[in-house]
């Protein structure tokens, strides 16, 4: 089995110089956790928000597959740990994809939904995040490839087209998390959050 102690990840920073900070004090975070990491720079772009956001998971993931780094995860510079990283929690490569953080915001698409999957995780529908998310294999790398070409294509977030897919896709979330959180003002009152209300076993 790949434990988590065994991840590699790609972090999502701009180059825009404002983002400087960001990306010093992500990189001191993840010297901290002692995983190998790299940075992948998302040049300034006259495209919408949307389809840079979209764009940068897709170049991060395209980065995994050709760097042969799976399982990895792909994080946004605003992510800090909610707990500590669960180093010796086993990867479950049944999964499509694996949220390491959660989002109740409700766009429309349902309320947040958690189901026992096994002893270490739970099936997520319905969230609307990316802000924490982890490649199990290379299956998995291909459809969060297409999904992110999908949602250039329709100008939609990638998190959106998420939530619509969690309803056939099997999407899962470690029982200990939120593993990570969004610092954003905007983001963290949806992010920063416990999972007992969302669990409909």
Known sequence: ????SDLYIYYI?????AFNGKRALMEDKLTELKLPYERVGVPAQKNSTVNIVSGAHRDATIRGL???TLPFLILEDDAELSIDFPFDLNVCQDAKLIYLGLSLYNAGQ???QLKTYNDDYYSVKNSLAAHAILIPSEDSANYYIDLCNR???KNNWHD???AHDSQTELFLTPKKGPIFYQ???HTKPVTDITLGDFIVD
Do not use: A, R, V, W
Request: glycine residues 4%; without cysteine; charged residues 35%.
């Open 183 to 185: 610092t954003d003002p």
């Open 110 to 112: 349902g309320k947040l």
């Open 160 to 162: 959106k087209e998420l």
């Open 13 to 17: 920073n701009s180059e825009l110089p």
């Open 151 to 153: 949602s250039i294509e």
């Open 1 to 4: 089995m790949i434990k988590f």
């Open 66 to 68: 050709e760097n042969n």
